[in-house]
């Protein structure tokens, strides 16, 4: 019984986070990562993790998902 409580929280809970939310914190994280590098490697790793604004992601993924 717990365990399906915990389950179906845990459904609720991702299912709060909107696709804008996951997109900014992956690129938090990948900025973080890039925060460990040093040097060129720091460098060259935050010019990658420069992406575009989620607002451009999402019309790309949509023209992506039409086209198909």
Same mark, same amino acid.
């Given at each position: 019984m717990?365990? &399906?409580f915990i389950s179906v929280? %845990? %459904?609720i809970m *991702?299912?709060?986070c909107t696709s804008k939310? *996951?997109?900014?914190?992956t690129k938090l994280q990948v900025k973080t990562y890039?925060?460990?590098k040093v040097g060129v490697? &720091?460098?060259q790793c935050v010019e990658q993790a420069n992406t575009k604004?989620?607002?451009e992601y999402e019309?790309?993924?949509r023209k992506i998902i039409k086209d198909k």
């Open positions: 717990m365990s &399906k929280s %845990l %459904l *991702l299912s709060a939310q *996951l997109y900014n914190h890039c925060d460990t490697e &720091k460098e604004p989620y607002e019309e790309e993924r």
